[in-house]
């Protein structure tokens, strides 16, 4: 099994929900960057990995735009080697449109993870043979003025069936990948992943969220989240083995 079809599942579950203010629009990456979001799960989801990483939902300038996971543009692109063309989303705020893999802007906590990954294992394979990134909400949300805006700022009443969809997805994708532990960014993630799997699922731990709001996150991202990965019990590759594994990833 793979995780293509819980994917979509989750796709047109959520794609149903509608939510009040302070949303003002909702971005659906799932649906209008489909094609980029199957293209990352067929190549890189691989069962049987040692950790699954969950982040919270896509960011303005990543995932919203190229469909990936923390998938900064110029990441997905020359990392990950995915560019598939991005519809549009039907409803866009005018601060915050959808440019696809032709969007200028960088976003911060994507280049922090992929960097990360491309110097820590020198290649996508090398990381998605042992890792996966999961998000656990597909959606993005955006205020009248077009601000960002986290899913636990949803109106309270709108929360449950967002976190319910959102819950059963992971839980399902957890099975399907079976990892020996899955680690949340940040610990609205971490929160997530313990309710989604209760008490009989694989260990759960927590590192350091790569968002720019987060000043721990800015006095050094990539250092801090090896700590909280050696604490955790995840051994890293030693450097010395990045030459030799350097470059895209070629798997089909």
């Keep these: 099994m793979s995780l293509v079809p819980i ?53 303005p300038f990543g995932m919203v735009q190229t469909g990936v996971p923390f998938g900064e543009v110029a990441m997905v692109r020359d990392f990950l080697g995915i560019n598939e063309k991005i519809k549009r989303p039907a409803n866009e705020h005018p601060k915050r449109p959808v440019q696809g893999f032709d969007c200028p ?3 911060v906590s994507g280049r922090r ?56 997805a992971l839980a399902s994708a957890i099975r399907v990948m079976r990892p020996a532990i899955v680690i949340g960014f940040g610990g609205f993630a971490t929160t997530r992943i313990r ?6 699922g694989p260990r759960v731990g927590t590192v350091l969220h790569p968002s720019p709001a987060s000043p721990a996150a800015n006095r050094g991202w990539a250092p801090a989240v090896e700590r909280d990965l050696t604490k955790l019990g995840v051994v890293l590759p030693a450097l010395s083995t990045i030459q030799e594994n350097s470059g895209v990833a070629t798997r089909p």
């Design 113 to 168: 993870v992929w960097s990360w990954v491309r110097d820590r294992f020198g290649s996508a394979d090398a990381f998605f043979d042992r890792f996966f990134v999961w998000n656990w909400c597909p959606l993005a949300f955006v205020t009248e003025t077009g601000a960002n805006l986290t899913p636990e700022k949803l109106a309270a009443a709108e929360r449950p069936a967002l976190e319910s969809l959102c819950d059963a």
């Design 7 to 59: 994917a979509r599942r989750l796709a047109l579950d959520v794609g149903k929900l509608r939510f009040s203010p302070p949303v003002a629009c909702t971005y659906h990456p799932l649906d209008y960057a489909w094609a980029a979001h199957r293209t990352y799960l067929e190549r890189y989801a691989r069962p049987g990995v040692e950790v699954f990483f969950v982040g919270m939902n896509p960011g």
């Design 105 to 107: 802007r960088s976003e």
């Design 195 to 200: 309710n989604a799997i209760g008490e009989d």
